[in-house]
Structures are given as C-alpha cells and as structure tokens.
C-alpha cells in the first residue's frame, strides 16, 4: 500500500489513516501533536471513489460493501504486519489514529482482527459492521471524537459503536464536541489529552 513511514524514538508506531478524498499526508502534522517521538506508519487507501481514496468501498453513504470491507481489513491487517517486519516495529505497540472514513477501518481492524491495534483514536466513527463477531478487546483503549451535528455520522453510531466495543472489554472514551463532520483543533487537543494519560 502507498504509505509513509517516519522513525520516532519511544517505540509506539502511530498508524495514520485518512478520510475519504485524503492522502497519507493528511494527518502527519496531527500525528506530531499526538505523539511527536513516535514511528509513524501513515497509509493510502486502495479503493478510488470518483478519483477519491478511501480504504474500502460503500454501497451509498454510510452503506458499506461488506464484501469490500472485510477483504480491505485484511489487507490493511497485513500490511501493517509485513511493515512491522520491514521497518522492525512492535506490532503490538501500534496506535490508530483514525478520521471519518479512516475512522471506519481502524474500528473495522478492532471488530475483526485481534490484536491489530493497541489503542485507536477515532475522529468521526461509525459502526463498521453490526454482525461482526468482535474479538476480545480487554488490553485496547480506544477514545471516540464525535459531533452532536454530524450528518454523516449520527450520535447514535458513535453510541452504538462505544457500546459494542466495551462490551467486548475495550476501554473507551468518548468526547462530544458541538460540531459537526469536521476535525477541529479542540478536538484534537482533546484527544492528545487522553492519549498523554495513557501512554
Ligand atoms: C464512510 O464511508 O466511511 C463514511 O461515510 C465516512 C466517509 O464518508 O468517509
């Protein structure tokens, strides 16, 4: 997969994945606020919308191809594996930093892949699959940015998809923010708030 990839010094890798329409560039400076002495593994999406990447295909808006999903999860899942290898991360160090449909893949590897990630940050997510059968997220922390006047992702898919990660042992946050789809500063401030507490 097209991608970037950025030597930190602390050993986490932060795992970058853009919204619909972005590229791997898109969330290098965020990335830096976050986090600025770790490795960071910032990825292209392989699906073309209208000339627009994004990491799996939808059917319409906030439908998504199943199909497309779980095969593009896979490849994701690999790809940070084989990268892990190449760029001799610990793969079980790996932190994604998700954004509206990037959001959507890094909470797709939570609901499919165990151990995928060690924590996500997801700005603007939806439920990636309500009939996945989520493996044990005991070990993952995971913090939801959300707009209470976000059309394309509702309150309650931020809700819903909290609900299913925590009952599959995940630790979450969520922060509210009175917005709507956008990826503001407070948000982001907001986030890095909790990811200093944790690691
Ligand atoms: C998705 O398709 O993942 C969501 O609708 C968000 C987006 O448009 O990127």
Known sequence: MQHIFEHGTNGRTL???????????????????IDAD?????VRG?????????????????I???????????????FVQQASVDYQFDRNQVIAIGYSNGANIAGSLLFHHENALRAAIL?????????????????????IGAGTNDFMCPPQESEQLEQMLQAHGAKVETAWFNQGHQLAMPEVQASKAWYTGIF
């Open 38 to 42: 770790a490795n960071i593994l910032s």
């Open 15 to 33: 795992l970058l994945l853009h919204g619909t329409g972005g590229t791997e560039r898109d969330l290098i400076g965020l990335a830096k606020e």
């Open 123 to 143: 700005h603007h997510p939806m439920v990636p699959n309500r009939d996945a059968k989520i493996p044990n997220l005991a070990n993952v922390d995971v913090w």
């Open 64 to 78: 998504f191809d199943m199909e497309d999903l779980l095969f593009r999860t896979k490849e994701l899942d690999d």
């Open 46 to 62: 392989n699906v073309l919308e209208n000339g627009m990447p994004r990491f799996f295909r939808r059917v319409a808006e906030g």
